[in-house]
């Protein structure tokens, strides 16, 4: 059970717009600690996609945004493609000192 | 540029120790968290603990408090994780992860994973 609650999957059709939800609590996302996502291909590390809500790294594409509100986080993806099929995780921190992941979401491109 | 090199796979017997070692390089060691985060086969990731290789103070998640010891060597740009009491749930690929930017919490550069096999 993880701290941070995310959908188990989405899918849309390439083109299309997707959103992602990340879930958390009053000692996570609602007590006002960033959070943060990931985008993990098959067989590889994560890659950071979004930092500090909603800021991109360099090098990731403005379809990816992020965005916060009270105690809940999503991730919009547009102009779907079909290489954004992977695992995406949510990332805060937790007042009982921890960081915390959400369970994960796999995006499937149809 | 930033680099994490892990060292190889283990496979280790129920009750055993593993550790786990973290060679960083391409920035100044001691400004950045490394966190330790394990992803078993077809699961999520769970984050253990990090440490700040400045002091070498640590922050370990609850669940595994008595079992992680995390550590590093300034000399060697090194951090190393050591599991102990293994069982077979123990079965994950291990990554260590930089801070993005000093103090947020946020791995921003991961190493390439080390899979930690626990069987009898």
């Known amino acids: 059970q993880s701290v941070l609650t995310q959908p188990p999957s989405v899918s849309g059709a390439p083109g299309q717009r997707v959103t992602i939800s990340c879930t958390g609590t009053?000692?996570?996302?609602?007590?006002?600690?960033?959070v943060h996502w990931y985008q993990q291909l098959p067989g590889t590390p994560p890659k950071l996609l979004i930092y500090?809500?909603?800021n991109r790294p360099s090098g990731v594409p403005d379809r990816f945004s992020g965005s916060k509100s009270g105690a809940s986080a999503s991730l919009a993806i547009t102009g779907l493609q079909p290489e954004d099929e992977a695992d995406y995780y949510c990332?805060?921190?937790?007042?009982?000192?921890?960081?915390?992941f959400g369970g994960g979401t796999k995006l499937t491109v149809l | 540029q930033v680099q994490l090199v892990q060292s190889g796979a283990e496979v280790k017997k129920p009750g055993a120790s593993v550790k786990v070692s973290c060679k960083a390089s391409?920035?100044?060691?001691?400004?950045?968290?490394m966190h330790w985060v394990r992803q078993a086969p077809g699961q999520g990731l769970e984050w253990m603990g990090m440490?700040?290789?400045?002091?070498?103070?640590?922050m370990i998640a609850q669940k595994f408090q008595d079992r992680v010891t995390v550590t590093r060597a300034t000399s060697t740009s090194t951090v190393n994780m050591e599991l102990s009491s293994l069982r077979s749930e123990d079965t994950a690929v291990y990554y260590c992860?930089?801070?993005?930017?000093?103090?947020?919490?946020?791995?921003?550069?991961w190493g390439q994973g080390t899979l930690v096999t626990v069987s009898s």
């Open positions: 992860a930089r801070d993005r930017e000093p103090g947020s919490t946020s791995p921003g550069y």
């Open positions: 391409g920035y100044t060691f001691t400004n950045y968290y």
């Open positions: 440490i700040d290789p400045s002091g070498g103070s640590t």
């Open positions: 009053s000692s996570n996302i609602g007590a006002g600690y960033n």
């Open positions: 500090g809500n909603s």
């Open positions: 990332q805060s921190y937790d007042s009982s000192l921890s960081v915390v």
